[in-house]
């Protein structure tokens, strides 16, 4: 699918609520990215965006994308060292198993809500929001 096409399928104001929800209890940091440059090795290619995009500049290294690459069908869900450290692969793959089904259905904002809602409640098992804790990077969906 072509980025244009799958960027106008998305509901961006549902994910940025659902990204401002997930943060309202987590000192941690999710972003969502959509490239239109292909991604055979989506994990590699995310890592680059992740420290390209300063994600690994957060005040607790705790912030996580979620990387979609349309054009190559592809995708990837990385946690900063902090949530490395707390997870582990495993629970990537989790996530993505269950981001995968809905893209297979061609429901990627729901792929994506479920993404973000498994994150958010990592996050806020292991980073809960503390006084002093604030959103340190914006919401919205980034598109490059």
Avoid: Y
């Amino acid at each position: 699918m072509k980025r244009k096409a799958f960027i106008q399928r998305l509901d961006h104001p549902a994910i940025e609520t659902a990204i401002a929800q997930a943060e309202q209890v987590t000192s941690g940091q999710i972003r969502v990215l959509v490239t239109h440059a292909p991604a055979p090795e989506p994990v590699p290619a995310a890592t680059q965006a992740f420290l390209k995009l300063g994600l690994a500049k957060t005040k607790h290294r705790n912030a996580v994308l979620l990387f979609v690459a349309p054009a190559s069908h592809t995708f990837a869900v990385i946690g900063d060292e902090a949530v490395h450290k707390k997870c582990g692969a495993s629970f990537w793959q989790e996530v993505t198993v269950a981001m995968t089904a809905h893209f297979k259905r061609e429901e990627f904002t729901a792929g994506l809500l479920h993404g973000i809602a498994r994150a958010g409640a990592l996050l806020a098992e292991h980073f809960p929001r503390r006084p002093g804790d604030t959103n340190e990077l914006p919401n919205a969906v980034i598109e490059q």
